[in-house]
């Protein structure tokens, strides 16, 4: 597995390797640390200033990861950033990007037009995003001791298990499978107090095949959870408050095959205020099609 891991210097863009180091857990993980400098910095002294400085800090990150028996390279380079980061993606095979949605200014990059939204749009693999919210404490083990995975009973929404089930074999993961029914998808009772009673019953019908697709390859332990109400993105927020997941995987594409992935979509909302790492994979649905 190789990832790619940009950071730009900052501690909060820095709080993406704690992550990265979980998935370098498996032999042969090999992680490349980008930085892209401005290329419209003041003088020549200050961009060589500039570049000294970014390969310093890179080098103690790599020294890091080192310690944890993790091959890395590192990479300082000036442009725009997400061009940049996109550009290493094509010329190189990764396996995931890895980065935070806030940087060196503190400030939330998760914009229409931003780093984190342009790489996602057009990356040709999974990325691993965190806010400051989902960052890992110091305490944390580095297994993912309880997967959580939003599903909409499609298979394209499915098609992300394939993705994470490596990881949650090799952690012994729980795996807990969140079906959110809404007033409007199909079959949901009109009154809201019934609708909500019915949920977890309808989750489980919903999600009893990945359920038991997942256990026969593997999974230990693994929990449906069915929700209701008229935001899905609350919904899945409010599951992972109450599981406490490790890590949050979903797929862009779900029920209707679009990409899910546009301004004020469910996984926008829930990455903005998710307290984990969120797995996203704008890719692996199109190796489960619809019938």
């Not at 990325?127 to 939003?150: E, H, Q, T, Y």
């Not at 090799?170 to 949920?199: I, K, M, Q």
């Not at 959870?225 to 797929?251: K, Q, T, W």
């Not at 984990?276 to 692996?284: E, N, R």
Request: with cysteine.
């Amino acid at each position: 597995m190789k990832i790619l891991v940009p950071l730009d210097g900052s501690r909060l863009a820095d709080g993406i390797l704690a992550h990265a180091r979980r998935m370098g857990r498996w032999a042969g993980v090999e992680m490349h640390l980008l930085t892209v400098l401005d290329a419209q910095r003041g003088s020549q002294a200050d961009r060589e200033e500039a570049f000294a400085e970014a390969r310093r800090h890179l080098a103690s990150c790599a020294e890091l990861l080192a310690s944890d028996g993790i091959e890395t390279k590192t990479f300082v380079v000036e442009g725009d950033p997400a061009a940049q980061i996109l550009h290493h993606l094509e010329r190189d095979a990764y396996d995931l990007v890895a980065m935070t949605t806030h940087g060196r200014s503190g400030l939330s990059r998760w914009v229409r037009g931003s780093v984190a939204e342009r790489v996602l749009r057009h990356a040709p693999v999974p990325l691993l995003l965190a806010n400051p919210r989902g960052l890992v404490k110091p305490d944390d083990s580095v297994r993912f001791g309880k997967i959580l995975v939003p599903l909409d009973g499609s298979k394209r929404s499915a098609a992300v298990l394939d993705r994470v089930l490596p990881f949650a074999l090799d952690s012994e993961s729980t795996l807990v499978l969140v079906h959110v029914d809404t007033p409007w998808h199909p079959g949901v009772h009109p009154v809201p107090e019934v609708a909500r009673r019915h949920a977890q019953q309808r989750a489980e019908a919903a999600l009893d095949d990945v359920r038991c697709e997942v256990e026969e390859r593997g999974v230990k332990k693994t929990v449906v959870l069915g929700r209701y109400g008229e935001d899905e993105a609350r919904e899945i927020l409010a599951a992972v408050e109450e599981e406490e997941p490790d890590l949050v995987a979903m797929s862009t594409h779900g029920r209707s095959g679009l990409d899910r992935f546009r301004f004020g979509s469910v996984a926008e909302k829930v990455l903005r205020d998710v307290r984990a790492p969120l797995f996203l994979d704008p890719t692996s649905w199109r190796t489960r099609k619809e019938p």
